[in-house]
């Protein structure tokens, strides 16, 4: 994740994680991206079934869900691992998380393992009763995916009305004091939506929104030439700075962060130096503590069935299984090649990443979607923007 607020309008200070040692557990989550021992944000995808069709979802979800899911029982101890090994967040995910009728159990039981419980969703399931329990249980956060306003919205859905169910939850979980933030998948078919969406989250108080770039994974593999052009992710980019900054100057307490292309913070740092930015350095010491993309390293991926996976997108890059070892066992297993690679991807990287001077900063961009690209695990990232002369 990179913080455009944080960064380019200066809502943190680069002595702000100095001060909690940079340790996971005692960073507050709008600090944790800066941690220096970098334990794992778990993302546990609970459920295969979604009640929606996205046409750009990584989990390939379904109307069902698989028979195999981890029961409750056995999600309860994955938390207990996780809570022991050290994870700070446990991001709930699906499919449609809200499926599964024991979340509330398992939100609780995160929360009372001093962990972070967050929810990822579509949003259309949260009624008054449900946001108000989640609310008493003590989740902390809800990421609410949105691709634009409601007939684009509802396109990408696959399902007409979804839009405007999502706004209900978010109106439900909002009135609970629940934290809500946006989740906007960039391609080139909504685009077009960002100032909208932007508006839309000015209008209602939405105090977070997350900026996805595509990754080439799940139902996302139809929609690689929907990909943005270099050329239109620098002008998505400088769009989201301007309005970023625009809010943060009107007194509005909001962050706006851009996820899945490591790119993005090179590209803060350089278009503050060309503008005589005093903080640049200060954005820059900041980015080398953020250290890049943290596939296997800071984020971690179990399915519904319990395997386990570098990150939410990698899902043919097997690292084990909950049904046969503790996540922990798992996460720390040095005969996995993969694994160990992946915590110094650095040595690994091909073509223009091996000489780039930013790659202590993006830590080689984004695996997934350069093997997706080229079929090599370690080749170039195809969404990386910079130019030659910028890396050089």
């Known amino acids: 994740m990179i913080g455009i607020s944080k960064l380019y309008c200066g809502t943190i200070e680069a002595s702000d994680p100095l001060r909690y040692g940079r340790l996971s557990k005692e960073l507050p989550s709008h600090l944790l991206q800066f941690s220096s021992d970098k334990k794992p944000v778990v993302v546990w995808n609970a459920t295969s079934a979604c009640n929606l069709k996205c046409v750009h979802c990584y989990a390939s979800a379904g109307k069902l869900k698989s028979r195999n899911e981890l029961s409750t029982k056995q999600g309860l101890e994955l938390i207990e691992d996780l809570a022991d090994y050290g994870s700070p967040v446990i991001l709930f995910s699906g499919g449609e998380p809200l499926l599964r009728k024991d979340l509330p159990e398992l939100i609780e039981k995160a929360v009372k393992s001093k962990m972070r419980a967050v929810i990822s969703t579509n949003g259309t399931l949260i009624t008054p ?12 956060y809800i990421g609410v995916s949105l691709d634009g306003l409601e007939e684009i919205n509802d396109t990408f859905r696959g399902v007409t009305g979804a ?15 629940i934290k809500v933030g946006l989740r906007f998948t960039m391609n080139k078919r909504n685009i077009g939506e960002i100032p909208k969406i932007l508006d839309l989250m000015k209008a209602e108080g939405i105090p977070r929104i997350c900026f996805y770039h595509l ?23 400088d769009l989201i700075m301007d309005r970023t900054k625009e809010m943060v100057s009107e007194g509005m307490g909001v962050e706006v962060l851009t996820v899945d292309n490591h790119a993005d913070g090179p590209y803060v740092y350089l278009r503050m130096k060309s503008q005589g930015d005093p903080r640049a350095e200060e954005v820059l010491d900041l980015l080398k503590m953020n250290g890049g993309n943290s596939s296997g390293l800071g984020i971690g991926c179990i399915n519904w069935v319990g395997e386990v996976y570098p ?67 370690w080749g170039v990232d195809p969404a990386c923007y910079l130019s030659d002369e910028e890396i050089s």
């Open 129 to 140: 009763d449900l946001a108000m329990e989640l609310s008493d249980y003590g989740l902390s």
């Open 163 to 177: 839009f405007k169910e999502a706004m209900k939850g978010i109106y439900h979980a909002m009135h609970q004091g």
């Open 215 to 237: 990754v080439y994974t799940g139902r996302a593999k139809e929609l690689m030439e929907e990909d943005l052009t270099h050329e239109q992710t620098r002008q998505t980019l």
């Open 311 to 377: 990150d939410q997108f990698w899902r043919h890059k097997l690292l084990g299984s909950l049904k046969e070892r503790r996540f922990s066992e798992i996460w720390d297993d040095t005969s996995n090649e993969l694994l160990m690679k992946l915590k110094n991807k650095k040595d690994y990287v091909t073509g223009r990443c091996v000489k780039c001077r930013w790659l202590s900063v993006c830590g080689g961009n984004f695996r997934a979607r350069a093997e997706a690209a080229t079929g090599d695990t």
